[in-house]
Structures are given as C-alpha cells and as structure tokens.
C-alpha cells in the first residue's frame, strides 16, 4: 500500500485547511486510514482514524469538533478538513493505513510521506 498525502501549508489562526491522502496498491488489505501529527521532540500522535468500510470515525480529543476525517472509497482517498486552526495545530502530518480502528500509531503498517502545517498566531 502507498499514502500519498498532500495539502499542507502556513495559515492563520482561526483558519481552514484540507489535507488528502491518496492510497494505491493492495488497499483492500487495510481497514482503516487516518492521520497523525508529529511536532519537534513529541511523539507521534493521533489525530483521526475513518474505517473505510461504514465510515466508523476516531478522533483525538483535542480535534474534536473542529477537524472532520472523510473519505471517498471510489477515489481511495481520505480527507482531513481542519477548522479554527491553532498554534498548537501545528506539526508535520502523516496519513497511515492499518488493520483497524487504533490511535496507538505502531499499530499502522503503512504510511505516507508527511506535509508540514504550519498555524501562525
């Protein structure tokens, strides 16, 4: 399985980006996508997991209510739409694929190249 992610990029406080991962290869032996961030000297963290199959969502409780995970089954991509963005939003994300619906990140075989985002205050 191969994650393409993209979308990342430098805004403001209180803005909106949309981040897509794109996926290619044996995508049937994967449950779930999702995405987890990464800032300098932290570990790598949850954000939001989407089963493929029912659309079965997780999110870290820190997204919640201003990040929505989706995805498009015919194009094998999920999205993040992230809303009222903060500083503390701000990280390189990854898209990772697996065998279920985990926030635990060593449970996710495959991953994408990260994209950096960037919230300024």
């Known amino acids: 399985v191969q994650l393409q992610a993209s979308g990342g990029g430098l805004v403001q406080a209180g803005g909106s980006l949309r981040l897509s991962c794109s996926a290619s290869?044996?995508?049937?032996?994967?449950?779930?996508t999702g995405w987890f961030r990464q800032s300098p000297g932290k570990e790598r963290d949850v954000v939001a997991v989407?089963?493929?199959?029912?659309?079965?969502?997780y999110y870290a409780d820190s997204v919640k209510g201003r990040f929505t995970i989706s995805r498009d089954n015919a194009k094998n991509t999920v999205y993040l739409q992230m809303n009222s963005l903060k500083p503390e939003d701000t990280a390189v994300y990854y898209c990772?694929?697996?065998?279920?619906?985990?926030?635990?990140?060593?449970?996710?075989?495959?991953w994408g190249q990260g994209t950096q985002v960037t919230v300024s205050s």
């Open positions: 990772a694929a697996g065998g279920g619906l985990y926030s635990d990140s060593h449970r996710y075989g495959y």
């Open positions: 989407i089963r493929w199959i029912g659309g079965r969502t």
């Open positions: 290869g044996r995508t049937y032996s994967t449950y779930a």
